[in-house]
């Protein structure tokens, strides 16, 4: 993964908060983006994504399962930027797999968005059987020009071996949930995507709020004069993911972006490394064939 750091601020067009990094195709993708996950429906979510773009964000990640992808698409609409200056993902669920559905899907919320094109296109979840057609039709819509860059989310080392051995265009992207709480159990996947230059993103960095009481990260945090989540959203950069925290809170939304202008040491991380204890806040897809 090759970070292109920003430009100075002198140049007439700002790069996103973080800088960003190359893919395989597509790209850039901006190194932080704002997760809309239960953000709800309704002027919840187009808030939060104007405050973001308001903090410097040019990265949100959507999905039809999440049920606001046309207030996503609203609020870029809105942003004082340029479409093409907002990175915008979103993802085929579960339910439609197989080539004809795929597609249809891509064309649903390509509608609902109301975007002419996404920057990223991502398979969900692993699921069984059908996923190999599914990848067929991303790789299509890639050459009509419908989405940037196609890629997957949750898939574990043996879902990538079996699609790299099929794809005629590898993913860009993996999208895992990864903070120090999985780390140790996630090791091979990431090792994975760093050989085959597939960027890894995280999702989920702070343990939707479930370990940010952590007596460890508590002391980092004050180490740094910082936040739990602050510690928890540069674990994950320094790990080499595009990090994706969520937030509907328009502080803890800047909070979150300002993380770029501090190091984790090497014993820091290595502490943070030993916090590992599997947790998947939800569905885990290790054991999915």
Not at 38 to 60: I, K, L, P, S
Not at 130 to 138: F, P
Request: charged content about 30%; overall charge negative; some cysteine.
């Amino acid at each position: 993964m090759r970070d292109v750091p920003p430009p100075s601020s002198t140049d007439p067009d700002p790069a996103p908060v973080g800088g960003v990094v190359r893919l395989s195709h597509g790209g850039p993708i901006p190194r932080l983006g704002l997760g809309v996950f239960r953000a709800g429906t309704g002027q919840e979510t187009v808030d939060a994504v104007g405050w973001a773009m308001e903090a410097g964000y040019r990265h949100v990640d959507t999905a039809s399962m999440y049920g606001n992808e046309a207030e996503v698409g609203r609020a870029v609409r809105s942003a004082p930027v340029s479409r093409d200056e907002v990175f915008v993902t979103t993802k085929l669920w579960n339910d439609d797999h197989g080539y004809e559905r795929a597609r249809k899907a891509l064309e649903a919320s390509l509608e609902r968005l109301q975007m002419e094109y996404v920057d990223l296109y991502l398979i969900h979840w692993p699921v069984p059987e059908l996923r190999l057609e599914s990848w067929r039709a991303l790789e299509d819509a890639l050459d009509e020009g419908l989405v940037r860059a196609i890629g997957v989310s949750n898939y574990m080392v043996p879902h990538l071996e079996e699609l790299m051995a099929e794809a005629r265009v590898p993913p860009a992207v993996n999208q895992i949930e990864l903070h120090p709480f999985n780390f140790r159990s996630r090791r091979d996947v990431m090792d994975y995507c760093r050989r085959e230059e597939i960027v890894l993103e995280a999702y989920s960095p702070l343990t939707k709020a479930q370990r940010l009481d952590d007596p460890v990260v508590g002391e980092i945090a004050q180490a740094h004069h910082r936040t739990p989540a602050q510690i928890l959203i540069r674990y994950g950069l320094e790990k080499g993911a595009v990090s994706l925290p969520k937030s509907a809170n328009r502080d803890r939304i800047r909070e979150n972006a300002d993380v770029f202008d501090f190091r984790l040491s090497t014993d820091e991380m290595a502490r943070l490394d030993n916090l590992d204890e599997g947790l998947a806040t939800s569905w885990d897809p290790t054991d999915v064939p």
